[in-house]
């Protein structure tokens, strides 16, 4: 089946640690997305990436980091300076933007902090 | 078109209708989507329209799109308590530079279905 995978679905990180959040699809999609969601809250887009190897910053890119060195693969890093880390993220694709390309959603994962 | 506006809270009886709201600001919006969140769960697309509609239907689900006021609306027949979920509101700005494929949501609706 094709689709988005998230994990792990539940994190906890200490303080001073940097924590990596997979994400991977098998959809073929060109472009993926990570966005933060706190209660009450709509989602807020953190970075996203059009084509490999390339990546552009959202609204609340700060401590956090991205990378996209493979089509199916989008990992995020929350970083020690992300003072305010617990959030539920989320993650997902779509094809080559231009017309009708919805986005396709992981599950989740939810961070939390020690 | 960064501005997409959601009443927070919906809660209706089953077996009623829902109707769920959403302003945009966006004249150049190409598409609008709604998406359903369930507890602890990613987004599910439901339905979509292009900004040259004015309304779809897809079995329960019926969108209603009026441009000239930038207002958007979900209504869902039948209402059951399957369906008492956050339903985003979603525009994407199209082709638009460096924005390509964004898509711009506000803060959901909570629907409770009360049986």
């Known amino acids: 089946d094709g689709g988005i995978t998230q994990s792990p679905k539940y994190l906890f990180r200490k303080e001073g640690q940097n924590v990596t959040l997979s994400c991977e699809q098998n959809?073929?999609?060109?472009?993926m997305y990570w966005y933060r969601q706190d209660p009450g809250q709509g989602l807020r887009l953190i970075y996203y990436?059009?084509?490999?190897?390339?990546?552009q910053k959202g609204d609340i890119a700060e401590g956090y980091s991205v990378s996209r060195e493979k089509k199916e693969s989008f990992p995020l890093t929350v970083t020690s300076a992300q003072k305010n880390p617990t959030a539920f993220y989320l993650c997902?694709?779509?094809?080559?933007?231009?017309?009708?390309?919805?986005?396709?959603f992981g599950d989740g994962t939810r961070l939390s902090i020690l | 078109g960064e501005d997409v506006e959601q009443s927070l809270f919906l809660s209706v009886r089953e077996g009623d209708s829902s109707v769920i709201n959403c302003t945009y600001t966006?004249?150049?919006?190409?598409?609008l989507y709604w998406y359903k969140q369930e507890p602890g769960a990613g987004l599910q697309l439901l339905t979509y329209?292009?900004?040259?509609?004015d309304m779809k239907q897809d079995q329960r689900l019926t969108v209603l799109l009026n441009k000239k006021d930038k207002h958007l609306s979900l209504r869902i027949a039948d209402t059951q308590t399957g369906d008492s979920a956050i339903y985003f509101c979603?525009?994407?700005?199209?082709?638009?530079?460096?924005?390509?494929?964004?898509?711009?949501f506000g803060r959901g609706t909570q629907l409770t279905v009360w049986p």
């Open positions: 997902a694709s779509s094809p080559l933007p231009g017309g009708n390309q919805p986005q396709h």
């Open positions: 959809l073929n999609h060109d472009a």
């Open positions: 990436s059009q084509i490999v190897n390339d990546f």
């Open positions: 966006d004249s150049s919006s190409t598409y």
């Open positions: 329209i292009f900004s040259n509609m």
């Open positions: 979603a525009e994407s700005m199209g082709a638009r530079g460096s924005t390509l494929g964004r898509l711009y």
